[in-house]
């Protein structure tokens, strides 16, 4: 089972913890969940690319100026690939955060589930 | 992508980062965001008006004495612009919201949308 | 507009700020919102009413044997005197809050909105 | 009404402040809530019962190894009586905390509201 | 009553206390919950299984890289062996860490709900 190999193998190396302050609340993930998308602005954050400024708090957490609420589902994405959403969520949040953090599938990804939604929304009900 | 430009960019000098207690719950932010709409109150907490009285906490954070939940969707607009809010928040919080920071675009915004929800409510169903 | 008064004016006489640890929760707010309604609980706990025993905990906060989440509504009535409840919070939770810290106005608004939901739930819908 | 006695009257013999760890999240309340039903685990808990071991966090709160989100439902039916829950919050989950923490007359109280739903939910509408 | 015996039976040696530290959010629980099943990588974690490299914060929690949010009913099934989720989260974020967890029977469970769930939306309903 592939999610388990993130735990069971040689884990150590690859998967120094990051901390992220977004917009106030602090998440804990590793580089290697952060690096899944090599695009991303997240892979750049954390592997300290010299075009991108990035400041840490007095946490060590890499201060992002985004909303949390919307950034679970952007960094359960990049932990299991899937677009999981809570049903108060409103995708047009999501969608934001994934084209500010460069993640083109999410974008791509989220533009069909909300045009999904919405043709669904307006098709007749006979 | 515009969206990115705001952190490739010469982001460092415009966008010291800032704390705000909004009622009791941290956000963490940038001078940048804040003064996308010059009126408004956040703009002026945070470049020190010297007519506004402003007060910062124990963590260095500006005191301001407004819910945080409905605080979100307010600071997400300065952020990109757009109104988004979850399902279970209603727009008359993010409406007295936006009148108490003197953000008149989101005021007007938040209107329209108020009406459309009413309009449609209204609506016969026939 | 009256709301803007609140930050411009000669704030910082009237507002010394205050901390409410509520059922373990963290508000920020001011000395003027709380006693907006002279005769609740909450104006006369901030003014040290000999009569009632006020506890601070470590960190300086009045504490309230209160759930949190329910007194939100509470606080943002006492803001700007509107009741604005978030879509999943029940009613009667709000009211239970009312009638503890003993806000009259704020208690017969909340019963009003109940009787008004339940007059709906049971209007036959021709 | 009976609510103002809880802070007008001689609370401060009763009542020391109480802090509870339920499942990671803090709780503030006091003695006299808890031991409201005093046949309840949380008022053996806070009075040190001697055939019930409790453990103290580093913070000086008794921890729990329980749902912080189900267990507001109970403290509050310790402070007021009534069963309040929010919509997203099911009967179930309260169910299980009001009979982890033995509170009889809320096990009775959540059953009934159980069957009374499920009822609704079967019958036909016509 | 089975759910009585987890405090007041010979408790202490089982049971030392566990933090755990998922995605940024604090969880309280013990070593007794964690091992409800063995198989899982939550009870080889607070074992100290060899194999699998485990790391701890500056709080002493375990660190563990998923979503807080889809934990809680994870950890809720392991205290009282239930599956009971609030209605805005979806039993696909369940699933999910169900999964990653090695949880065989909360899998098969989740996977029976999202079935009759979706058979149900599918269903005519005439």
Known sequence: MASRNSHDGNRRDLSSWVKLNVGGQYFLTTRMTLCKDENSFLCRLCNNDPDLPSDKDENGAYMIDRDPRYFRPILNFLRHSKLIIDKDIPLEGVLEEAEFFNMENLVQLTQRRIEAR???????SN
Chains 1, 2, 3, 4, 5 share one sequence.
């Open 118 to 124: 919405d043709s669904k929304a307006k098709k007749p």
